[in-house]
């Protein structure tokens, strides 16, 4: 399976050109969805580095199950950062929700929908990448598990065409990389059932803090042109073109009164940047729910 691992490297020509190109959009204030749809072809494969979604869809039945049990483990390993304490279980449910329908929003390679399906929950995928959404699939199926719906999300409002009413709206580390977050769960809160809740996994402030030395920005504030933006975009992740944080403060104002924040939990064990600072709590779950 690892001969498809490909560790990215900020060596090279082009990725030097491409890093300047994202720095100018970011720094004129520009949201390039083309940008974000070539950058998030590669998804992370947690503390490894990153893996096409086309490697992915080429794994034997061998190879696939070596994969998700590695990161399976990588992520959820109540010892190590990410799920410390099984926090991150925990607070969105993977384990204690059952018999629902739940739309995974940015599903990447679907291992967040694998623990739900798991569990007798029904699940949707959809993401900006169509290989995406296959890679999630096969892995689904490995496992005689099937979406009962794949969505390629859209550049626009209202950004995803669905046919049913969902139960969950679930985001893993995904809307921390739109600057549109408002925009996104306004239209989710038209097909939420009565009761239904949105689970978010987002950067969090100390994320911020951690990566930049810097103390968080004002709510108010467009963290694109702050001088420790690229810092913290780059720190989080190796791609990506836009990248922003949030406390509970932050997300009330970025969202608006027609939501409420039912949870907010910071989340993630002890872990230190190159510069010797912590990032625990680098992390938060939210629930939120229409006002």
Excluded at 61 to 84: G, L, P, S, T
Excluded at 129 to 157: D, G, S, V
Excluded at 256 to 265: P, Y
Aim: net charge positive.
């Amino acid at each position: 399976m690892f001969k498809y691992f490909k560790k990215f490297t900020t060596k090279g020509i082009l990725f030097k050109i491409k890093e300047y190109y994202l720095i100018l959009l970011n720094k004129i204030g520009l949201y390039s969805w083309q940008s974000a749809k070539m950058e998030w072809k590669k998804l992370p494969f947690d503390d490894y580095g990153y893996l096409d979604a086309t490697d992915i869809i080429k794994f034997k039945e061998k190879e696939m199950a070596d994969f998700v049990i590695k990161f399976e483990e990588q992520r959820y390993n109540i010892n190590k950062w990410r799920n410390y304490k099984n926090q991150w279980r925990d607070n969105l449910g993977l384990d204690t929700t059952s018999n629902k329908l739940i739309l995974d929003y940015g599903c990447g390679f679907g291992i967040e929908s694998l623990q739900f399906a798991k569990n007798k929950n029904s699940v949707i995928l959809a993401d900006i990448n169509l290989n995406n959404i296959i890679a999630a699939t096969k892995i689904l199926n490995a496992y005689n598990f099937h979406p009962i719906e794949n969505i390629l999300i859209r550049r626009k409002y209202p950004y995803y065409e669905i046919s049913k009413k969902i139960d969950i709206f679930y985001s893993n580390g995904v809307l921390h990389h739109t600057p549109h977050i408002k925009e996104i769960l306004t239209r989710t809160i038209k097909i939420l059932n009565q009761d239904g809740e949105i689970r978010l996994l987002l950067y969090s402030d100390k994320m911020w803090s951690a990566l930049t030395e810097t103390l968080p920005p004002s709510p108010d504030f467009d963290i694109r042109k702050h001088n420790k933006y690229w810092d913290f975009v780059r720190g989080a992740d190796l791609v990506g073109q836009y990248a922003d944080f949030y406390s509970e403060e932050k997300l009330k104002y970025r969202i608006g009164c027609n939501f409420i924040i039912e949870s907010f939990e910071y989340i993630c064990g002890p872990r230190n940047t190159k510069h010797g600072k912590s990032l625990e709590g680098c992390y938060c779950t939210v629930i939120i729910k229409a006002a």
